[in-house]
């Protein structure tokens, strides 16, 4: 990852603008944040000595509603990476059509080091921090890399004694008892699910002959490789931080996933790594050659010869350096920010399909606006209305996105993000654009103008 990540994730903009029905003073807007706020975090230790941590939270855009975006604790947080963060959760927002912008914050911090007592004080200490920054109607926090729903639910708790009021709808992704949304935990890797089940519908795929790699076991990894193992894909592949491993004749996720999690505290202690596949009772991987699997890279993973490859894990890891040696047929982004604008023109020339994070992952900030409209009305849903509105969601988005790249002739990244500014050009050129602000007095545009405005 480099200092450069939200200039590189504004080049989609200008490759964009040429598909999509924007204003360019809409263009310029989205180019910069709304809001950067840089906070310190005093945190007493349990050796009873103090430590500060740096933190973040950025709101790029609120034209069409308050900014949403999830929080992370990882040590490689800076700015530039919350900048770009935000900026694709404005995007994301508008290709789901909810009516958010996209706001994101960070702490700078390896929390695996930390207590359950410390974390709880850092989790609390940020909202304290950035409370003012913060509100059900301004900015709602979320979960992400490191951060979880017990996380959410003391960042719930701090805010509401702030505001001396209970305020549920200030943070999402929290714990069901307090206000939190069935169908929450899995939302980002059921939204790529759905995604993939248009796509295979489209292409008419027998699940059982397509070979799938997952970079990441996080919560999304887990979810989408669990729905699609349910539905017979084989999972030749699967990694964590610690590493991963492969085997040809298919994993069991069902038994990788009790692994990874068996005896989990705050986060897992355990890596794929070690999964016992088809060297447990409990396993029912397909008998072959490779019964034990070997071990792989993550930066082997990403170049394994598969027919879809799921990146769920940081920004940068399909970069310039290693896109030609990429082989798989299609690439859908569970992570953010996987692949760079240059990596981008190689997987295009190589006729590689890339469903983009800002429609893939959309899933988890689409049952965000979810349980928000629930907190704020009191009226909570079962799991089958949650999966349902979000299954319509994506596959109607996704519908959208990929007719405009078979009609237009271009990448789908390109497309959902002609679609995504589309929505927000409109709502940018209701408050006002240069065209409206130096018409005549009798509301006619000026001369000068007037060729400009006819083209909208």
């Known amino acids: 990852m480099t200092n450069d990540i939200f200039t590189d994730a504004i080049t989609r903009l200008d490759k964009a603008a040429e598909y999509a029905n924007i204003d360019a003073e809409a263009l310029l807007k989205l180019r910069t944040p709304k809001s950067i706020l840089e906070v310190s975090i005093p945190v ?3 050796n009873g000595s103090l430590q500060v941590f740096k933190g973040y939270r950025v709101r790029h855009d609120d034209t069409r509603g308050p900014t949403k975006g999830g929080i992370r604790f990882h040590p490689n947080v800076h700015l530039a990476e919350v900048k770009a963060l935000a900026f694709w959760m404005t995007c994301k927002c508008a290709v789901v059509g909810i009516p958010f912008g996209g706001g994101k914050g960070g702490v700078i911090v390896d929390p695996k ?9 850092l989790s609390r200490g940020y909202i304290e921090a950035v409370a003012d920054f913060i509100g059900p109607e301004t900015d709602i926090p979320a979960p992400d890399v490191y951060t979880n729903a017990m996380i959410m639910g003391w960042m719930m708790d701090e805010y509401s004694k702030i505001r001396r009021q209970r305020t549920p709808a200030v943070i999402t992704g929290k714990p069901i008892p307090l206000g939190g949304s069935l169908g929450r935990s899995d939302a980002t890797g059921r939204g790529t699910y759905y995604c993939i089940k248009e796509l295979e519908r489209i292409r008419g795929w027998n699940p059982e002959d397509i070979r799938v790699a997952v970079q990441g076991f996080g919560n999304a990894g887990q979810h989408v490789a669990r729905l ?6 084989r999972i030749v592949a699967i990694s964590d931080s610690q590493g991963g491993i492969l085997r040809n004749s298919g994993i069991d996720i069902t038994c990788a996933i009790k692994h990874k999690n068996a005896g989990r505290n705050v986060y897992s202690e355990r890596s794929v790594c070690g999964c016992p596949i088809c060297g447990s009772i409990e396993c029912h991987c397909k008998t072959g050659d490779d019964s034990n699997g070997s071990s792989i890279t993550n930066e082997e993973l990403l170049e394994l010869d598969v027919d879809l490859l799921i990146p769920a894990a940081l920004e940068d890891q399909i970069t310039g350096d290693n896109a030609a ?3 798989a047929a299609v690439i859908v982004e569970v992570a953010n920010g996987p692949t760079t604008a240059d990596a981008d023109d190689i997987l295009n020339s190589k006729g590689i399909l890339v469903i983009p994070d800002i429609l893939a992952n959309a ?6 606006y979810f349980e928000w409209v629930q907190n704020r009305a009191g009226d909570y849903w079962t ?4 999966e349902s509105r979000l299954h319509k969601i994506m596959s109607l988005e996704f ?3 990929h007719d405009l790249m078979t009609d ?3 990448d789908m990244r390109t497309a959902a993000y002609a679609h995504s500014i589309s929505r927000l050009g409109k709502a940018i050129a209701c408050q006002g654009t240069s065209q409206f602000f130096s018409a005549s007095p009798d509301g006619k545009p000026n001369a000068e103008n007037e060729a400009t405005t006819s083209e909208h």
């Open 325 to 327: 040696r990429v082989k």
């Open 228 to 233: 699609l193992f349910a539905d017979g894909y």
């Open 408 to 410: 237009r002739g271009i």
């Open 363 to 368: 899933g988890g900030v689409t049952v965000s």
């Open 399 to 401: 519908n959208a996105i």
């Open 383 to 386: 799991v089958d209305k949650v």
């Open 44 to 46: 007493r230790m349990d």
């Open 113 to 121: 080091k930390l207590s359950r007592l410390e974390l709880e004080r």
